[in-house]
């Protein structure tokens, strides 16, 4: 089924992802990537149990439910003894998780609504409401974490929430893209451009907490990216056509590598200045 321009209180996460619309992560791919990547992995989604902790650490801040989830308390994910109980959850719409995965995503909400600030941002708002809205031909998509009258907020549990480490990562994965995909969609179907906070919570004890925002140029360089990938992908719509990486494509070295070479060959020793 596809959905017309419009905000979607109820869709499931199977339902909203199985719109062909696109998506932050598809940009993502399209802008950087290549667009046989995004065809291949289109057709070819990987599930990692990784992503199950992440939606029930979703379930349980967004909205409080814990109805998703069985518990099976195993050592380790080897053998029968959670095989056949996790294959039993799985069937009856459940997240199979050991007991120390669940007792991890419990300290990681715990820590996020015992935040001065971030628990503002999981309390009175519109949990995973999908955005459907229409862009020069395109139909594209996105899914609010958390959407508030003042601000949107999307949730994510890392290995390193430092404020300094974000740029870094963020970049890596192409945060400044989704926020900007995800602030414009608003945009499009409510007229109101609101700020976009990113809550991290690290998955390790202390479980420490950080809010960081994007600023101007990082959200229209984010913009100009979309932009790019919506190009791309309008010439693969008219083509037929999802290509990899160029045939010849001319390299040189990184700064770094260039820079060590030309002090071994002493190409870059700088040369005495004498006054007489």
């Known amino acids: 089924m596809t959905y017309s321009p419009g905000i979607y209180a109820d869709l499931t996460s199977e339902e909203y992802h199985a719109d062909p619309a696109l998506g932050s992560t598809s940009l993502k791919t399209l802008a950087s990537r290549t667009p046989a990547h995004w065809q291949y992995e289109k057709a070819?989604?990987?599930?990692?149990?990784?992503?199950?902790?992440?939606?029930?650490?979703?379930?349980?801040?967004?909205?409080?439910?814990?109805?998703?989830?069985?518990?099976?308390?195993?050592?380790?994910?080897?053998?029968?003894?959670?095989?056949?109980?996790?294959?039993?959850?799985?069937?009856?719409?459940?997240?199979?998780?050991?007991?120390?995965?669940?007792?991890?995503?419990?300290?990681?909400?715990?820590?996020?609504?015992?935040?001065?600030?971030?628990?503002?941002?999981?309390?009175?708002?519109?949990?995973?409401?999908?955005?459907?809205?229409?862009?020069?031909?395109?139909?594209?998509?996105?899914?609010?974490?958390?959407?508030?009258?003042?601000?949107?907020?999307?949730?994510?549990?890392?290995?390193?929430?430092?404020?300094?480490?974000?740029?870094?990562?963020?970049?890596k994965l192409g945060y400044y893209q989704s926020a900007a995909h995800y602030q414009d969609g608003v945009l499009a179907m409510t007229g109101e451009r609101l700020p976009f906070w990113f809550v991290n919570v690290?998955?390790?004890?202390?479980?420490?907490?950080?809010?960081?925002?994007?600023?101007?140029?990082?959200?229209?360089?984010?913009?100009?990216?979309?932009?790019?990938a919506k190009d791309i992908y309008r010439r693969c719509l008219e083509t037929g056509e999802y290509p990899g990486y160029p045939t010849v494509e001319p390299i040189t070295l990184p700064i770094w590598a260039i820079y060590q070479a030309e002090d071994i060959l002493g190409l870059n020793i700088e040369k005495e200045i004498v006054i007489k």
């Not at 979703?58 to 029968?80: C, M, N, Q, T, Y």
């Open 44 to 171: 070819n989604p990987v599930h990692k149990d990784i992503y199950d902790l992440g939606t029930v650490t979703h379930s349980l801040i967004l909205e409080g439910d814990e109805s998703g989830v069985e518990v099976i308390d195993v050592p380790d994910k080897r053998g029968a003894k959670w095989t056949v109980p996790a294959a039993e959850a799985v069937n009856a719409g459940k997240i199979p998780l050991k007991q120390a995965e669940w007792d991890l995503v419990r300290a990681m909400r715990d820590s996020v609504m015992e935040h001065p600030v971030a628990k503002t941002a999981f309390t009175g708002h519109r949990a995973e409401e999908s955005v459907f809205w229409e862009d020069d031909g395109l139909m594209l998509k996105c899914r609010p974490d958390a959407w508030l009258k003042d601000r949107l907020v999307d949730l994510k549990t890392t290995v390193n929430a430092d404020p300094r480490e974000f740029p870094k990562s963020g970049f």
């Open 202 to 228: 690290e998955k390790t004890a202390p479980h420490l907490v950080s809010i960081v925002e994007y600023d101007d140029y990082a959200m229209e360089l984010g913009r100009m990216m979309n932009a790019r």
